[in-house]
């Protein structure tokens, strides 16, 4: 159960704006034919991979928050320094996931785009003063309605004439491009998920429970990574014209099924914020001894003047920046050797 746990959230955390609505996945992957497929392979490996290692690096130093394996990984001052960086990121992408919360609000269920990021604040404030207790209990509830979903437009791809075009369709991309995908996405995604994930490992006490969790989470990510590319791929490449691609295939299916896949973007551009939120509390706490409480609600505060730029335009400027930059982060976690591990 505590395995599930870990791996709910870990699939809660990397699943976001960009992956629910399909452009992440169109972007690093279906745009490159079959290439696409193969990258989607090795970016589940380096998920499972790495999301253990980081969770494992976290248990065996006890890291408080993410700078202290930052720390470990880098040396003092150029740990201390790549942390205030990665808070400068996460403020950033709390921001778009808030301005993507409004923009589902105004866009979606016809409300004003102010209400949707007060709404938002609002609650995740009074959910995160439970902390981490908090995060399982809303993904134990989102991961799990993602998956069906997922399931349910699996299912249906498997109906269409085009179902095995992800593995024939070809691209004019060139090959370096597509090879480069798998490294640019996981780097950029478990750079921000380790503000979860190191809590997550530190606090857990069996490592075994770490290694399962960091394995079905993995799984889960490549599999919902995977369903999203066939059913893209078989509507390709007409479906590049929607801003919200996943969200023309649910219409397609029925009005239904699209209502319940907005509610479903909503909720998981939520569960990236409040991982994100609580990430950056803690790391800010860690640094300046003020209460948790005080820092979610300052870095609200920030989110919501941040989001005022709308949600394409801080979604375009700062992933680009962030994604290159992790891939330093990505090599040196990849690089770093874990301690033999005791036994429970």
């Known amino acids: 159960m505590k395995s599930l746990q870990i791996a709910a959230i870990y699939m809660g955390t990397i699943v976001g704006a960009g992956f629910a609505t399909g452009q992440e996945i169109l972007q690093f992957f279906t745009r490159f034919g079959n290439w696409g497929t193969y990258a989607i392979i090795a970016a589940t490996f380096f998920f499972i991979w790495l999301g253990n290692k980081v969770m494992l690096l976290a248990h065996q130093i006890q890291a408080k928050s993410y700078e202290d394996l930052n720390i470990a990984l880098f040396g003092k001052k150029l ?69 069906l979903f997922t399931l349910i437009m699996f299912f249906h791809t498997l109906k269409m004439p085009n179902t095995m075009s992800f593995m024939t369709i070809k691209t004019d991309f060139p090959l370096w491009t597509a090879l480069s995908t798998p490294f640019l996405y996981t780097a950029f995604n478990l750079a921000l998920a380790q503000a979860v994930l190191v809590p997550i490992g530190a606090q857990t006490t069996n490592p075994a429970v770490i290694k399962y969790g960091s394995l079905l989470g993995g799984l889960g990510i490549g599999f919902m990574l995977g369903v999203g590319h066939i059913a893209l791929s078989a509507h390709m ?29 909503f909720s998981e551009v939520f569960t990236t914020l409040l991982a994100d939120i609580y990430g950056l509390a803690l790391q800010v706490h860690e640094r300046s001894k ?18 005022q730029l709308g949600f394409g335009k801080l979604l375009t400027t700062l992933y680009p920046l962030f994604g290159f930059i992790s891939l330093g982060w990505f090599i040196l976690i990849a690089k770093k050797r874990l301690s033999p591990l005791k036994k429970p």
């Open 290 to 307: 003020l209460s948790t409480n005080l820092i979610i609600f300052i870095a609200l505060i920030c989110c919501y003047f941040l989001s």
């Open 79 to 147: 740990g201390s320094l790549i942390s205030l960086f990665m808070l400068v990121v996460l403020l950033g992408v709390s921001a778009v996931m808030l301005a993507g919360a409004g923009t589902v609000f105004e866009e979606n269920w016809n409300l004003p785009y102010q209400l949707g990021l007060i709404a938002t604040c609002v609650i995740c404030f009074l959910l995160l003063r439970r902390g981490m207790h908090a995060i399982i209990a809303v993904n134990s509830i989102v991961v799990p309605i993602m998956l």
């Open 237 to 265: 490449p007409g479906i590049q014209q929607f801003s919200i691609p996943m969200g023309g295939i649910a219409l397609n299916m029925s009005s239904i099924v699209y209502y319940i896949y907005i509610a479903i973007i």
